[in-house]
């Protein structure tokens, strides 16, 4: 079954905005790994659910093509709109049925993304499309991120903590998988040489507004926006003021410390 969560314009342009692009820390663990396995050349990445494109441009200068799928056009249009990379295509589609003859991929990616695909038909086809010691490198952060401002650090902690609280009810089965660091699709993973990274700590320094624009983008705020439209607004508008009232500032763009921690599953086909 494909998940049809992501598609409407607003929530694409608020994916490209807020989302926090993979860290380039990363991005070398994956690269290091595809070398070790891999000969070169690395002519082609593949970007499964790549959404508007953060990943698929973090791997460009990296390869000779990127392809970037997703199912989602309006997420495809803001990638694409994104000038600079002329070695990136993207195209609509699916994890589950990739347009790519058979051995022909050299590293597959997927950011915030493996959660929900079909596990068995996604890793029949990663199977069928990689190469002979290409690589699949599916990655995401836990949903356990912390805030850092002066002392009130952890008030804003909690507050982040009841605004999830609230959408509990809206937690599908797959952001529940995400939240295990992919721990049953890493089992189910048919390659012998595999491995799973559960921590790697990132900090970023960015605006309240943006930390507020990134909890928008959960999805589990969409379903709850998508049933109860009033309520999410106001849950938003008060999880901003009570940022601002905790930090002792008026201004929206005050910055402030976050800690994620990524995993990374990492797995190479055998030659």
């Not at 929530?11 to 000969?39: M, N």
């Not at 959404?51 to 970037?68: C, K």
């Not at 969409?222 to 309520?231: G, L, M, Y």
């Not at 003021?241 to 008026?250: A, H, P, Q, Y």
Request: with cysteine; hydrophobic share 40%; glycine share 4%.
């Amino acid at each position: 079954m494909t998940h049809r969560l992501f598609e409407e314009k607003h929530h694409a342009s608020i994916y490209q905005r807020y989302r926090f692009v993979p860290p380039e820390e990363i991005r070398d663990i994956i690269l290091q790994y595809l070398e070790r396995k891999k000969a070169q050349p690395h002519a082609l990445a593949v970007d499964l659910g790549c959404g508007t494109g953060q990943n698929s441009r973090l791997m460009a200068p990296h390869f000779q093509e990127v392809v970037g799928i997703d199912i989602s056009e309006c997420q495809l249009e803001e990638a694409r709109a994104v000038a600079g990379f002329n070695n990136i295509t993207y195209r609509k589609g699916t994890a589950e049925e990739l347009p790519f003859p058979d051995g022909s991929v050299d590293l597959l990616t997927a950011a915030s993304a493996a959660h929900w695909f079909d596990q068995q038909r996604f890793l029949l086809e990663a199977g069928r499309v990689l190469k002979p010691c290409g690589c699949m490198a599916l990655l995401g952060f836990a949903d356990n991120f912390r805030l850092h401002y002066c002392s009130c650090g952890d008030r804003l902690t909690d507050i982040c903590d009841e605004f999830k609280k609230v959408l509990l009810p809206y937690t599908s089965t797959q952001v529940a998988v995400s939240n295990t660091k992919l721990r049953e699709l890493y089992a189910a993973i048919p390659f012998p040489d595999k491995e799973r990274i559960e921590c790697i700590p990132l900090k970023q320094q960015i605006s309240v507004r943006n930390i507020v624009g990134f909890m928008e983008s959960f999805s589990t705020y969409q379903a709850f926006q998508r049933a109860e439209p009033d309520a999410a607004t106001a849950l938003l508008q008060r999880t901003l003021d009570r940022f601002l009232k905790e930090m002792g500032v008026t201004s929206p763009d005050t910055l402030i410390e976050v800690t994620l921690e990524y995993f990374c599953v990492l797995a190479s086909k055998p030659e």
